[in-house]
Protein backbone atom coordinates (compact mmCIF):
# COMPACT_ATOMS: atom_id res chain seq x y z
CA UNK A 1 0.00 0.00 0.00
CA UNK A 2 1.32 3.39 -0.83
CA UNK A 3 1.10 6.07 1.75
CA UNK A 4 0.96 9.87 0.47
CA UNK A 5 2.70 11.98 3.45
CA UNK A 6 0.20 14.93 3.47
CA UNK A 7 2.26 18.74 2.65
CA UNK A 8 1.74 20.78 5.70
CA UNK A 9 -0.52 23.96 4.59
CA UNK A 10 0.62 27.07 5.29
CA UNK A 11 -1.31 29.23 7.72
CA UNK A 12 -0.95 33.03 8.89
CA UNK A 13 1.27 31.97 12.00
CA UNK A 14 3.69 29.53 9.94
CA UNK A 15 4.91 32.08 7.29
CA UNK A 16 7.11 33.40 8.83
CA UNK A 17 9.51 30.59 9.68
CA UNK A 18 8.77 29.16 6.75
CA UNK A 19 10.11 32.60 5.10
CA UNK A 20 12.97 31.80 7.50
CA UNK A 21 13.81 29.20 6.19
CA UNK A 22 14.12 30.18 2.69
CA UNK A 23 17.12 31.87 2.23
CA UNK A 24 15.99 33.04 -1.38
CA UNK A 25 12.93 34.80 -0.21
CA UNK A 26 14.07 35.69 2.94
CA UNK A 27 16.94 38.09 1.49
CA UNK A 28 13.93 40.03 0.08
CA UNK A 29 12.37 41.04 2.98
CA UNK A 30 12.85 42.27 6.49
CA UNK A 31 11.36 38.73 8.81
CA UNK A 32 11.47 40.99 11.78
CA UNK A 33 9.07 43.44 10.97
CA UNK A 34 7.14 41.65 8.77
CA UNK A 35 2.89 41.37 8.68
CA UNK A 36 1.49 38.61 7.03
CA UNK A 37 -2.46 38.36 5.55
CA UNK A 38 -4.33 35.48 3.58
CA UNK A 39 -6.17 37.32 1.25
CA UNK A 40 -7.06 34.44 -0.91
CA UNK A 41 -10.48 35.24 -2.78
CA UNK A 42 -10.36 33.40 -6.07
CA UNK A 43 -11.83 29.64 -5.97
CA UNK A 44 -8.79 27.31 -5.48
CA UNK A 45 -5.83 28.30 -3.17
CA UNK A 46 -4.36 30.07 -0.35
CA UNK A 47 -2.74 33.45 -0.87
CA UNK A 48 -0.58 35.43 1.48
CA UNK A 49 0.40 38.53 1.42
CA UNK A 50 3.28 39.08 3.59
CA UNK A 51 4.71 43.23 3.73
CA UNK A 52 7.70 44.39 6.23
CA UNK A 53 8.27 47.76 7.53
CA UNK A 54 9.97 48.99 4.70
CA UNK A 55 7.20 48.42 2.51
CA UNK A 56 8.79 45.56 0.73
CA UNK A 57 6.42 42.65 -0.05
CA UNK A 58 5.79 39.38 -1.62
CA UNK A 59 3.29 36.61 -2.13
CA UNK A 60 3.16 33.40 -1.61
CA UNK A 61 0.39 30.88 -3.19
CA UNK A 62 0.40 27.35 -2.23
CA UNK A 63 -2.35 25.15 -3.62
CA UNK A 64 -4.86 23.27 -1.30
CA UNK A 65 -5.87 19.72 -1.79
CA UNK A 66 -9.18 20.45 -2.08
CA UNK A 67 -11.24 23.00 -4.02
CA UNK A 68 -11.37 26.05 -1.86
CA UNK A 69 -15.00 27.22 -2.62
CA UNK A 70 -16.65 24.09 -1.86
CA UNK A 71 -14.58 22.29 0.65
CA UNK A 72 -12.45 18.95 1.44
CA UNK A 73 -15.83 17.35 -0.31
CA UNK A 74 -14.20 18.04 -3.72
CA UNK A 75 -10.28 16.89 -3.36
CA UNK A 76 -8.48 18.48 -6.21
CA UNK A 77 -4.63 17.42 -6.70
CA UNK A 78 -2.12 20.56 -5.04
CA UNK A 79 -0.28 19.05 -8.36
CA UNK A 80 -1.73 22.30 -9.84
CA UNK A 81 0.64 24.29 -8.42
CA UNK A 82 3.38 22.87 -11.25
CA UNK A 83 1.18 23.95 -13.70
CA UNK A 84 1.08 27.50 -12.65
CA UNK A 85 4.99 27.41 -12.37
CA UNK A 86 5.15 25.68 -15.42
CA UNK A 87 2.85 29.27 -16.92
CA UNK A 88 6.01 31.27 -14.80
CA UNK A 89 8.62 29.96 -16.43
CA UNK A 90 7.57 30.43 -20.31
CA UNK A 91 5.71 33.68 -19.58
CA UNK A 92 9.28 34.88 -17.78
CA UNK A 93 10.65 33.72 -21.44
CA UNK A 94 8.38 35.36 -23.35
CA UNK A 95 6.57 38.13 -21.43
CA UNK A 96 8.25 38.69 -18.71
CA UNK A 97 6.41 42.48 -18.25
CA UNK A 98 2.58 41.37 -18.08
CA UNK A 99 3.28 38.98 -15.38
CA UNK A 100 4.65 39.69 -10.92
CA UNK A 101 8.24 39.06 -10.60
CA UNK A 102 8.11 35.19 -10.32
CA UNK A 103 10.56 34.06 -7.43
CA UNK A 104 9.77 30.17 -8.13
CA UNK A 105 8.37 26.81 -6.82
CA UNK A 106 9.47 24.79 -4.06
CA UNK A 107 8.23 21.72 -5.11
CA UNK A 108 7.70 19.99 -2.20
CA UNK A 109 5.56 22.37 -0.25
CA UNK A 110 3.85 23.26 -3.47
CA UNK A 111 3.95 26.89 -3.10
CA UNK A 112 5.09 29.74 -5.51
CA UNK A 113 6.53 33.45 -4.64
CA UNK A 114 5.72 36.13 -6.26
CA UNK A 115 5.78 39.88 -6.46
CA UNK A 116 3.42 41.56 -4.02
CA UNK A 117 1.13 43.70 -6.23
CA UNK A 118 -0.46 45.25 -3.31
CA UNK A 119 -0.22 49.00 -5.43
CA UNK A 120 -2.71 47.26 -8.40
CA UNK A 121 -5.74 45.78 -8.11
CA UNK A 122 -7.90 42.68 -9.63
CA UNK A 123 -9.37 44.01 -12.92
CA UNK A 124 -12.51 42.91 -12.84
CA UNK A 125 -12.95 45.01 -9.47
CA UNK A 126 -12.02 48.02 -11.24
CA UNK A 127 -14.34 47.25 -14.03
CA UNK A 128 -17.23 46.75 -11.01
CA UNK A 129 -16.24 50.50 -10.06
CA UNK A 130 -16.74 51.49 -13.31
CA UNK A 131 -12.89 52.44 -13.53
CA UNK A 132 -11.28 53.12 -17.08
CA UNK A 133 -7.22 51.19 -17.08
CA UNK A 134 -5.92 52.48 -20.10
CA UNK A 135 -4.08 50.18 -22.73
CA UNK A 136 -5.10 47.22 -20.09
CA UNK A 137 -6.81 44.77 -22.69
CA UNK A 138 -3.62 45.60 -25.36
CA UNK A 139 -1.33 44.45 -22.52
CA UNK A 140 -3.00 41.27 -22.23
CA UNK A 141 -3.88 41.03 -25.90
CA UNK A 142 0.16 41.15 -26.26
CA UNK A 143 0.60 38.82 -23.53
CA UNK A 144 -1.69 35.86 -24.83
CA UNK A 145 0.50 36.83 -28.68
CA UNK A 146 3.93 36.30 -27.18
CA UNK A 147 3.38 33.33 -24.73
CA UNK A 148 1.02 32.01 -27.65
CA UNK A 149 3.69 32.17 -30.35
CA UNK A 150 6.84 31.26 -28.47
CA UNK A 151 5.18 27.96 -27.36
CA UNK A 152 4.07 27.00 -30.07
CA UNK A 153 4.95 25.03 -33.43
CA UNK A 154 5.40 28.83 -34.96
CA UNK A 155 8.13 29.07 -32.73
CA UNK A 156 9.53 25.48 -31.39
CA UNK A 157 10.28 22.52 -33.25
CA UNK A 158 7.45 20.30 -34.02
CA UNK A 159 9.16 17.88 -32.01
CA UNK A 160 9.67 19.63 -29.04
CA UNK A 161 6.19 21.05 -29.04
CA UNK A 162 4.70 17.64 -28.34
CA UNK A 163 7.30 17.18 -25.52
CA UNK A 164 5.97 20.42 -24.47
CA UNK A 165 2.44 19.06 -24.85
CA UNK A 166 2.97 16.09 -22.95
CA UNK A 167 4.62 17.56 -20.12
CA UNK A 168 1.79 20.53 -19.61
CA UNK A 169 -0.90 17.81 -19.23
CA UNK A 170 -3.30 19.21 -16.70
CA UNK A 171 -5.92 16.75 -16.52
CA UNK A 172 -7.99 18.10 -13.54
CA UNK A 173 -8.34 21.11 -14.64
CA UNK A 174 -8.97 21.44 -17.69
CA UNK A 175 -11.73 18.97 -16.23
CA UNK A 176 -13.54 21.20 -14.40
CA UNK A 177 -12.96 23.85 -17.19
CA UNK A 178 -14.92 20.82 -19.68
CA UNK A 179 -17.67 20.46 -17.17
CA UNK A 180 -18.30 23.95 -15.65
CA UNK A 181 -18.06 25.57 -19.19
CA UNK A 182 -18.61 23.03 -21.89
CA UNK A 183 -21.35 20.75 -20.15
CA UNK A 184 -23.05 21.85 -16.95
CA UNK A 185 -24.63 24.91 -17.86
CA UNK A 186 -26.65 22.87 -20.82
CA UNK A 187 -27.66 20.27 -18.79
CA UNK A 188 -29.73 19.55 -15.18
CA UNK A 189 -26.32 19.45 -12.76
CA UNK A 190 -26.88 19.86 -9.67
CA UNK A 191 -24.01 22.88 -8.67
CA UNK A 192 -26.08 25.44 -11.33
CA UNK A 193 -27.68 28.20 -9.89
CA UNK A 194 -29.90 31.14 -11.60
CA UNK A 195 -32.72 33.58 -10.03
CA UNK A 196 -36.21 31.99 -10.52
CA UNK A 197 -36.62 35.00 -13.31
CA UNK A 198 -33.99 33.57 -15.14
CA UNK A 199 -35.51 29.94 -15.73
CA UNK A 200 -36.80 30.61 -19.34
CA UNK A 201 -33.95 32.41 -20.75
CA UNK A 202 -31.54 29.35 -19.34
CA UNK A 203 -33.75 26.63 -20.39
CA UNK A 204 -33.95 28.51 -23.99
CA UNK A 205 -30.26 27.77 -24.34
CA UNK A 206 -30.81 24.27 -24.47
CA UNK A 207 -32.91 24.75 -27.45
CA UNK A 208 -32.30 25.57 -31.02
CA UNK A 209 -29.32 24.32 -31.48
CA UNK A 210 -26.67 26.19 -29.63
CA UNK A 211 -25.60 22.71 -27.63
CA UNK A 212 -24.49 21.79 -31.33
CA UNK A 213 -22.13 24.85 -31.06
CA UNK A 214 -20.98 24.29 -27.43
CA UNK A 215 -20.18 20.62 -28.72
CA UNK A 216 -18.09 22.27 -31.46
CA UNK A 217 -16.16 24.89 -29.29
CA UNK A 218 -15.46 21.84 -26.60
CA UNK A 219 -14.37 19.45 -28.89
CA UNK A 220 -11.48 22.39 -29.92
CA UNK A 221 -10.71 23.26 -26.38
CA UNK A 222 -9.95 19.25 -25.61
CA UNK A 223 -8.02 18.38 -29.20
CA UNK A 224 -6.61 21.93 -30.32
CA UNK A 225 -3.62 21.86 -28.37
CA UNK A 226 -1.36 24.74 -30.06
CA UNK A 227 0.14 26.46 -27.55
CA UNK A 228 0.91 26.46 -23.68
CA UNK A 229 -2.53 28.98 -22.70
CA UNK A 230 -3.14 30.00 -19.42
CA UNK A 231 -6.63 28.57 -19.31
CA UNK A 232 -8.18 30.70 -16.80
CA UNK A 233 -8.12 34.35 -18.47
CA UNK A 234 -10.94 36.36 -17.17
CA UNK A 235 -10.54 39.66 -15.37
CA UNK A 236 -9.99 38.25 -12.28
CA UNK A 237 -6.97 36.82 -13.91
CA UNK A 238 -5.45 40.24 -14.54
CA UNK A 239 -4.31 43.05 -12.31
CA UNK A 240 -4.36 46.39 -13.44
CA UNK A 241 -2.48 49.79 -11.89
CA UNK A 242 -4.15 51.81 -9.27
CA UNK A 243 -2.07 54.89 -10.34
CA UNK A 244 -1.12 56.58 -13.07
CA UNK A 245 2.51 56.43 -14.19
CA UNK A 246 3.03 52.76 -14.18
CA UNK A 247 4.86 51.76 -17.54
CA UNK A 248 3.41 48.03 -18.12
CA UNK A 249 -0.84 48.49 -18.25
CA UNK A 250 -1.49 45.01 -16.87
CA UNK A 251 -0.68 41.82 -15.29
CA UNK A 252 -1.27 38.40 -15.29
CA UNK A 253 -1.37 35.84 -12.80
CA UNK A 254 -3.75 32.28 -11.63
CA UNK A 255 -2.02 30.15 -14.34
CA UNK A 256 -2.77 27.15 -12.55
CA UNK A 257 -4.78 25.56 -15.70
CA UNK A 258 -2.28 26.29 -18.04
CA UNK A 259 -2.49 23.27 -20.59
CA UNK A 260 -1.31 23.46 -24.32
CA UNK A 261 -4.68 24.12 -25.86
CA UNK A 262 -6.26 26.23 -28.13
CA UNK A 263 -4.33 29.97 -27.97
CA UNK A 264 -8.32 31.75 -29.02
CA UNK A 265 -9.30 30.37 -25.57
CA UNK A 266 -7.27 33.34 -23.49
CA UNK A 267 -8.66 35.85 -25.98
CA UNK A 268 -12.02 34.32 -25.55
CA UNK A 269 -12.20 34.46 -21.98
CA UNK A 270 -11.22 38.07 -21.80
CA UNK A 271 -13.71 38.90 -24.45
CA UNK A 272 -16.45 37.15 -22.66
CA UNK A 273 -15.83 39.01 -19.27
CA UNK A 274 -16.01 42.19 -21.06
CA UNK A 275 -19.38 41.24 -21.88
CA UNK A 276 -20.23 40.53 -18.54
CA UNK A 277 -18.75 44.42 -17.34
CA UNK A 278 -20.66 45.79 -20.51
CA UNK A 279 -23.68 44.08 -19.46
CA UNK A 280 -23.56 45.15 -15.89
CA UNK A 281 -22.26 48.93 -16.70
CA UNK A 282 -25.37 49.17 -19.14
CA UNK A 283 -27.84 48.56 -16.40
CA UNK A 284 -26.24 50.52 -13.54
CA UNK A 285 -26.13 53.31 -16.54
CA UNK A 286 -22.43 53.89 -16.03
CA UNK A 287 -21.38 56.69 -18.67
CA UNK A 288 -21.55 56.79 -21.82
CA UNK A 289 -17.68 57.33 -21.82
CA UNK A 290 -17.24 53.86 -19.65
CA UNK A 291 -19.39 52.23 -22.07
CA UNK A 292 -17.49 53.69 -25.19
CA UNK A 293 -14.34 52.30 -23.50
CA UNK A 294 -16.05 49.03 -22.25
CA UNK A 295 -16.54 48.56 -26.12
CA UNK A 296 -13.74 49.35 -27.84
CA UNK A 297 -11.79 46.74 -25.12
CA UNK A 298 -12.47 43.41 -27.80
CA UNK A 299 -10.73 45.47 -30.50
CA UNK A 300 -7.80 46.92 -28.11
CA UNK A 301 -6.95 42.89 -27.11
CA UNK A 302 -7.18 41.91 -30.86
CA UNK A 303 -5.51 44.40 -32.48
CA UNK A 304 -2.34 44.04 -29.97
CA UNK A 305 -2.72 40.41 -30.46
CA UNK A 306 -2.90 40.48 -34.14
CA UNK A 307 0.13 42.79 -34.68
CA UNK A 308 2.64 40.77 -31.54
CA UNK A 309 1.39 38.01 -33.49
CA UNK A 310 2.73 39.18 -37.34
CA UNK A 311 5.68 40.85 -35.70
CA UNK A 312 6.93 37.48 -34.54
CA UNK A 313 5.80 36.38 -37.49
CA UNK A 314 9.45 36.79 -39.36
CA UNK A 315 11.03 34.42 -36.81
CA UNK A 316 8.89 31.53 -37.25
CA UNK A 317 11.42 28.27 -37.14
CA UNK A 318 8.82 26.35 -40.17
CA UNK A 319 8.74 28.88 -43.61
CA UNK A 320 5.93 26.18 -44.49
CA UNK A 321 3.93 28.38 -42.21
CA UNK A 322 3.06 30.74 -44.93
CA UNK A 323 1.96 34.35 -44.90
CA UNK A 324 -1.31 33.00 -46.55
CA UNK A 325 -1.75 30.73 -43.49
CA UNK A 326 -1.18 32.98 -41.40
CA UNK A 327 -4.21 35.17 -42.35
CA UNK A 328 -6.49 32.37 -42.44
CA UNK A 329 -5.01 31.36 -38.71
CA UNK A 330 -5.94 34.24 -37.45
CA UNK A 331 -9.27 34.59 -38.85
CA UNK A 332 -10.24 30.98 -37.34
CA UNK A 333 -8.20 32.24 -34.28
CA UNK A 334 -11.04 35.21 -34.01
CA UNK A 335 -13.88 32.67 -34.43
CA UNK A 336 -13.42 30.98 -32.08
CA UNK A 337 -12.60 33.75 -29.37
CA UNK A 338 -16.07 34.63 -29.92
CA UNK A 339 -17.55 31.25 -29.66
CA UNK A 340 -15.63 30.63 -26.47
CA UNK A 341 -16.08 34.04 -25.15
CA UNK A 342 -19.68 33.73 -25.42
CA UNK A 343 -19.54 30.18 -23.60
CA UNK A 344 -17.38 31.70 -20.84
CA UNK A 345 -19.79 34.34 -19.99
CA UNK A 346 -22.57 31.81 -20.03
CA UNK A 347 -21.25 29.36 -18.12
CA UNK A 348 -20.98 32.54 -14.74
CA UNK A 349 -24.34 32.98 -14.78
CA UNK A 350 -25.93 29.61 -14.95
CA UNK A 351 -22.84 27.07 -13.70
CA UNK A 352 -20.98 26.60 -10.67
CA UNK A 353 -18.48 30.14 -9.52
CA UNK A 354 -20.21 32.88 -10.50
CA UNK A 355 -18.39 36.55 -11.27
CA UNK A 356 -19.47 39.47 -8.96
CA UNK A 357 -20.02 41.78 -12.43
CA UNK A 358 -23.13 40.62 -12.20
CA UNK A 359 -23.88 38.44 -8.66
CA UNK A 360 -23.20 41.70 -6.65
CA UNK A 361 -26.31 43.65 -8.72
CA UNK A 362 -29.51 44.52 -6.90
CA UNK A 363 -32.16 41.77 -7.65
CA UNK A 364 -33.77 43.61 -10.57
CA UNK A 365 -30.50 44.55 -12.38
CA UNK A 366 -29.26 41.05 -11.49
CA UNK A 367 -31.66 39.87 -13.79
CA UNK A 368 -31.51 42.50 -16.74
CA UNK A 369 -27.88 41.73 -16.61
CA UNK A 370 -28.16 38.28 -17.05
CA UNK A 371 -30.27 38.78 -19.48
CA UNK A 372 -28.35 41.10 -21.45
CA UNK A 373 -25.20 38.39 -21.02
CA UNK A 374 -27.17 35.15 -22.05
CA UNK A 375 -28.98 36.87 -24.83
CA UNK A 376 -25.70 38.72 -26.35
CA UNK A 377 -23.10 35.31 -25.61
CA UNK A 378 -25.62 33.56 -27.44
CA UNK A 379 -25.55 35.49 -30.92
CA UNK A 380 -21.86 35.47 -30.46
CA UNK A 381 -21.94 32.01 -30.71
CA UNK A 382 -24.02 31.44 -33.30
CA UNK A 383 -22.95 33.92 -35.45
CA UNK A 384 -19.33 33.89 -34.89
CA UNK A 385 -18.25 32.35 -38.30
CA UNK A 386 -20.18 36.16 -39.88
CA UNK A 387 -17.97 38.29 -37.53
CA UNK A 388 -14.69 39.02 -39.90
CA UNK A 389 -13.47 42.24 -37.56
CA UNK A 390 -13.61 43.65 -33.94
CA UNK A 391 -16.18 46.27 -35.26
CA UNK A 392 -18.84 43.58 -36.64
CA UNK A 393 -18.42 42.13 -33.13
CA UNK A 394 -18.32 45.49 -31.79
CA UNK A 395 -22.36 46.28 -33.38
CA UNK A 396 -23.46 42.76 -32.94
CA UNK A 397 -22.82 43.29 -28.92
CA UNK A 398 -24.14 46.74 -29.52
CA UNK A 399 -27.44 45.30 -31.15
CA UNK A 400 -27.76 42.79 -28.33
CA UNK A 401 -26.87 45.25 -25.42
CA UNK A 402 -29.56 48.17 -26.88
CA UNK A 403 -26.40 50.80 -26.94
CA UNK A 404 -26.04 52.62 -29.94
C1 LIG B 1 -14.06 24.75 -9.08
S1 LIG B 1 -13.10 25.98 -9.76
C2 LIG B 1 -14.25 27.10 -10.41
C3 LIG B 1 -13.68 28.09 -11.33
O1 LIG B 1 -12.70 28.87 -10.68
C4 LIG B 1 -11.65 29.16 -11.57
O2 LIG B 1 -11.44 30.53 -11.59
C5 LIG B 1 -12.06 28.63 -12.92
O3 LIG B 1 -12.70 29.61 -13.71
C6 LIG B 1 -12.97 27.54 -12.54
O4 LIG B 1 -13.85 27.16 -13.56
MG1 LIG C 1 -8.23 31.53 -11.02
Known amino acids: MTTVTPIPVLTVESVPGYLAAR ?8 LGSITVREIGDGNLNLVFVVQDAAGRGLVLKQSLPYVRMVGES ?18 VAHSPDTIPTYHGLDHARRIIALEDLSGWTVWRRALNDGLVAPGAA ?5 HVARVGFGTSAFALSSDAVKLATAGAINV ?3 KITEDLVFTQPYTDHPDNAWVPELDRDVLALREGGLVDEIADLKHRFVTHAEALVHGDLHTGSIFVPTSAGTS ?10 GFYGPIAFDLGALFG ?8 AVVLEHSEEFQSWLAGLVREAWEAFEQEFRALWPTRVDPSYTDAFLDRWLWQ ?11 KAI ?3 VGLAKASDIESLEPAEHVAAARLVLTTARAWIEHRAELDTPDDLARLTADFLGRA
Open 172 to 174: DLC
Open 74 to 91: WPLSQDRILAEARGYDAA
Open 248 to 257: VPAKVFDLEF
Open 138 to 142: AAVGR
Open 273 to 280: NVLLAQSR
Open 23 to 30: DDLAALID
Open 333 to 343: TFTDAIGFGGA
Open 347 to 349: RRI
